[in-house]
């Protein structure tokens, strides 16, 4: 039973350019999250999803940031017009429908913004 | 706002000691847990401690958790190289994690 699946492992992007994040769940999760960790900091959550449905986006950004997880194929964090602050390694987490508090971590993306 | 808040930030101690980090936190929780992160990798869950609960092992792991002072340390028995990483303390809520700011941990060989 593979893990959570990140990728790419590393992304580098040019300020403007778009950054677009990938992530499978474990085998039988319908729940992802997000998360963002800044350079000597905790993660911080972004947001959280259903196959077709946010849950709570209460952590992303207003602007250049939107998720999804759609009902095939992986969830997607897509940044547009990224900035040199938005650089940063982003996690994500699936877990099972019923037992939420117990999620598993996936290898991360580490963006770098030149 | 961090929830959690863990100290101390940093710590080092010989190989063999025991390591013993703190955590703070302030709203109310369903349950606590602990991650460890190795430099530049993902996060690997240690332990959940849940709100009705108040100490639980695993290994050489030891945690307790004080709801009355919003509370909980992680204590590593018998330290060894391989347990150098980021410890971090994550509170859950609302079906999410709220993650603290860590603690770097260096076992001395």
């Known amino acids: 039973n593979a893990g959570v699946m990140q990728n790419p492992r590393h992304l580098v992007r040019r300020r403007g350019q778009e950054a677009r994040l990938r992530c499978s769940p474990m085998?039988?999760?319908?729940?992802v999250y997000w998360y963002r960790q800044l350079p000597e900091e905790g993660l911080k959550f972004m947001v959280y999803?259903?196959?077709?449905?946010?849950?709570?986006e209460s952590g992303m950004p207003k602007e250049r940031f939107s998720a999804e997880f759609p009902k095939e194929g992986p969830s997607i964090l897509r940044i547009q017009q990224v900035v040199r602050g938005d650089s940063a390694a982003y996690f994500c987490?699936?877990?099972?429908?019923?037992?939420?508090?117990?999620?598993?971590f996936g290898p991360g993306t580490r963006l770098t913004v030149l | 706002s961090q929830q959690g808040e863990e100290d101390p930030q940093a710590l080092s101690i010989q190989e063999g000691e025991n390591a013993t980090m703190n955590c703070s936190y302030k709203?109310?929780?369903?349950?606590l847990q602990w991650y460890r992160q190795n430099s530049g990798r993902g996060l690997v869950h240690l332990i959940l401690?849940?709100?009705?609960?108040r100490e639980k092992h695993s290994g050489r792991l030891r945690v307790t958790l004080d709801t009355s002072k919003k509370s909980s340390s992680l204590l590593i028995t018998a330290s060894r190289a391989a347990d150098t990483a980021s410890y971090f303390c994550?509170?859950?809520?609302?079906?999410?994690?709220?993650f603290g700011t860590g603690t770097r941990l260096t076992i001395i060989p």
């Open positions: 987490a699936s877990s099972p429908g019923l037992n939420t508090d117990t999620q598993y």
């Open positions: 085998k039988g999760h319908s729940h």
């Open positions: 999803l259903q196959k077709e449905n946010i849950i709570d």
């Open positions: 709203t109310s929780i369903n349950n």
């Open positions: 401690i849940r709100s009705n609960e």
């Open positions: 994550a509170t859950f809520g609302n079906e999410k994690l709220t």
